[in-house]
Protein backbone atom coordinates (compact mmCIF):
# COMPACT_ATOMS: atom_id res chain seq x y z
CA UNK A 1 0.00 0.00 0.00
CA UNK A 2 1.23 3.23 -0.87
CA UNK A 3 1.78 6.13 1.92
CA UNK A 4 2.41 9.66 1.29
CA UNK A 5 3.57 12.04 4.05
CA UNK A 6 3.37 15.86 3.45
CA UNK A 7 2.73 18.72 5.30
CA UNK A 8 1.78 22.16 4.09
CA UNK A 9 1.36 25.04 6.55
CA UNK A 10 1.15 28.60 7.05
CA UNK A 11 1.11 30.38 10.36
CA UNK A 12 3.64 32.96 12.78
CA UNK A 13 6.66 32.07 14.49
CA UNK A 14 5.91 32.02 18.38
CA UNK A 15 9.54 33.04 19.00
CA UNK A 16 12.84 34.11 17.66
CA UNK A 17 14.77 31.80 15.72
CA UNK A 18 18.17 30.73 17.47
CA UNK A 19 20.10 28.21 14.90
CA UNK A 20 22.56 25.84 16.44
CA UNK A 21 25.39 23.95 14.66
CA UNK A 22 25.75 19.76 14.61
CA UNK A 23 28.91 18.52 16.32
CA UNK A 24 29.41 16.00 13.94
CA UNK A 25 29.89 18.30 9.96
CA UNK A 26 28.51 21.39 11.30
CA UNK A 27 25.18 21.59 10.10
CA UNK A 28 22.93 24.20 11.02
CA UNK A 29 19.55 22.76 12.79
CA UNK A 30 16.52 25.02 14.07
CA UNK A 31 13.59 24.27 16.04
CA UNK A 32 10.78 26.72 15.88
CA UNK A 33 7.49 27.37 16.87
CA UNK A 34 4.47 27.97 14.40
CA UNK A 35 0.87 28.99 15.64
CA UNK A 36 -1.64 28.26 13.01
CA UNK A 37 -4.65 29.50 13.20
CA UNK A 38 -8.46 28.50 12.00
CA UNK A 39 -11.50 30.01 12.15
CA UNK A 40 -14.75 27.70 12.07
CA UNK A 41 -18.55 28.12 13.03
CA UNK A 42 -19.25 26.29 16.47
CA UNK A 43 -22.29 24.61 16.71
CA UNK A 44 -24.11 27.68 17.97
CA UNK A 45 -23.24 29.33 14.59
CA UNK A 46 -20.86 31.43 16.51
CA UNK A 47 -17.15 32.33 15.00
CA UNK A 48 -14.11 30.55 17.00
CA UNK A 49 -10.42 30.72 16.46
CA UNK A 50 -8.54 27.90 17.27
CA UNK A 51 -4.92 28.13 17.13
CA UNK A 52 -2.77 24.77 16.86
CA UNK A 53 0.86 24.94 17.96
CA UNK A 54 3.17 22.94 15.78
CA UNK A 55 7.14 22.52 16.41
CA UNK A 56 8.99 22.56 12.86
CA UNK A 57 13.02 21.52 12.24
CA UNK A 58 14.95 23.32 9.55
CA UNK A 59 18.31 22.55 8.51
CA UNK A 60 21.14 23.42 6.46
CA UNK A 61 20.96 26.67 4.94
CA UNK A 62 17.34 26.96 5.25
CA UNK A 63 17.97 27.29 8.90
CA UNK A 64 20.25 29.90 8.74
CA UNK A 65 18.14 31.78 6.80
CA UNK A 66 15.46 31.56 8.94
CA UNK A 67 17.41 32.64 12.16
CA UNK A 68 19.09 36.09 9.28
CA UNK A 69 15.45 36.85 8.15
CA UNK A 70 12.72 35.99 10.31
CA UNK A 71 11.45 36.96 14.15
CA UNK A 72 8.61 36.15 16.35
CA UNK A 73 5.45 36.72 14.51
CA UNK A 74 6.87 37.05 11.37
CA UNK A 75 4.36 34.87 8.81
CA UNK A 76 6.08 31.77 7.00
CA UNK A 77 4.97 28.71 4.78
CA UNK A 78 6.61 25.87 5.86
CA UNK A 79 6.47 22.49 3.80
CA UNK A 80 7.70 19.15 5.28
CA UNK A 81 7.23 15.74 6.64
CA UNK A 82 6.16 14.42 9.59
CA UNK A 83 8.16 12.76 11.94
CA UNK A 84 7.15 11.45 15.23
CA UNK A 85 9.79 11.36 17.84
CA UNK A 86 9.57 8.80 20.91
CA UNK A 87 12.24 8.69 23.97
CA UNK A 88 12.21 7.27 27.58
CA UNK A 89 11.76 9.68 30.51
CA UNK A 90 12.21 7.82 34.31
CA UNK A 91 11.15 5.26 32.93
CA UNK A 92 7.76 6.50 30.85
CA UNK A 93 7.60 6.43 27.36
CA UNK A 94 7.17 9.87 25.72
CA UNK A 95 6.30 10.50 22.07
CA UNK A 96 5.93 14.03 20.14
CA UNK A 97 4.86 14.43 16.56
CA UNK A 98 7.01 17.58 14.81
CA UNK A 99 7.69 18.88 11.29
CA UNK A 100 11.01 18.57 9.51
CA UNK A 101 11.04 21.76 6.86
CA UNK A 102 12.06 20.99 3.42
CA UNK A 103 10.85 24.29 2.13
CA UNK A 104 10.44 27.72 3.49
CA UNK A 105 8.75 30.47 2.21
CA UNK A 106 8.63 33.80 4.03
CA UNK A 107 5.57 35.63 3.74
CA UNK A 108 4.17 39.49 4.42
CA UNK A 109 6.26 41.83 4.21
CA UNK A 110 9.75 43.26 5.79
CA UNK A 111 7.95 46.67 7.58
CA UNK A 112 6.40 46.92 11.02
CA UNK A 113 7.95 43.22 12.33
CA UNK A 114 5.05 41.49 11.06
CA UNK A 115 7.21 39.99 8.12
CA UNK A 116 10.69 39.59 9.26
CA UNK A 117 13.91 39.99 10.81
CA UNK A 118 14.30 43.69 9.85
CA UNK A 119 17.27 44.53 8.46
CA UNK A 120 19.25 42.05 10.67
CA UNK A 121 20.75 40.55 7.40
CA UNK A 122 21.62 43.60 5.94
CA UNK A 123 19.67 43.41 3.04
CA UNK A 124 17.45 45.82 1.16
CA UNK A 125 14.26 46.35 -0.56
CA UNK A 126 13.89 45.21 -4.13
CA UNK A 127 14.74 47.95 -5.99
CA UNK A 128 12.77 48.16 -9.67
CA UNK A 129 15.00 48.78 -12.82
CA UNK A 130 13.56 51.33 -15.16
CA UNK A 131 12.36 50.58 -18.36
CA UNK A 132 15.14 50.68 -21.31
CA UNK A 133 14.43 52.31 -24.78
CA UNK A 134 12.59 50.17 -27.15
CA UNK A 135 11.15 47.32 -25.36
CA UNK A 136 11.98 45.88 -22.52
CA UNK A 137 9.93 43.72 -19.66
CA UNK A 138 7.59 45.80 -18.32
CA UNK A 139 3.74 45.10 -20.20
CA UNK A 140 3.38 48.31 -23.02
CA UNK A 141 0.15 46.87 -24.05
CA UNK A 142 -1.60 48.91 -20.89
CA UNK A 143 -4.24 46.39 -21.18
CA UNK A 144 -3.19 45.69 -17.06
CA UNK A 145 -3.86 46.74 -13.96
CA UNK A 146 -0.06 46.25 -12.58
CA UNK A 147 3.29 46.22 -14.56
CA UNK A 148 4.20 43.15 -14.78
CA UNK A 149 8.37 42.41 -15.18
CA UNK A 150 10.16 39.98 -17.31
CA UNK A 151 14.07 39.64 -15.43
CA UNK A 152 14.86 38.05 -18.85
CA UNK A 153 15.59 34.41 -16.96
CA UNK A 154 12.83 33.21 -19.03
CA UNK A 155 14.18 34.22 -22.49
CA UNK A 156 10.92 35.92 -23.25
CA UNK A 157 10.45 39.32 -25.19
CA UNK A 158 12.61 41.61 -23.69
CA UNK A 159 15.62 39.49 -22.30
CA UNK A 160 18.27 40.32 -20.93
CA UNK A 161 20.27 37.55 -19.46
CA UNK A 162 19.31 36.37 -15.92
CA UNK A 163 18.83 39.02 -13.27
CA UNK A 164 21.44 40.02 -10.52
CA UNK A 165 19.76 38.59 -7.20
CA UNK A 166 20.93 39.02 -3.73
CA UNK A 167 18.34 37.17 -2.23
CA UNK A 168 19.94 33.81 -0.30
CA UNK A 169 17.26 32.00 -1.51
Not at 66 to 92: C, F, N, P
Not at 110 to 132: L, T
Amino acid sequence: MASFNRVILVGNLTRDIEVRYVSNGGMAVTELGLAVNDRRKNQSGEWVDETTFVDVTLWGRTAEIASEYLSKGSSVLIEGRLKLDTWETDGQKRSKLRVVGEKMQMLGGREGGSGGGGNRGGSRPPQRQSQPQGGGGYNQGGSSDYDSYDDGSFGGRGSQGAADDDIPF
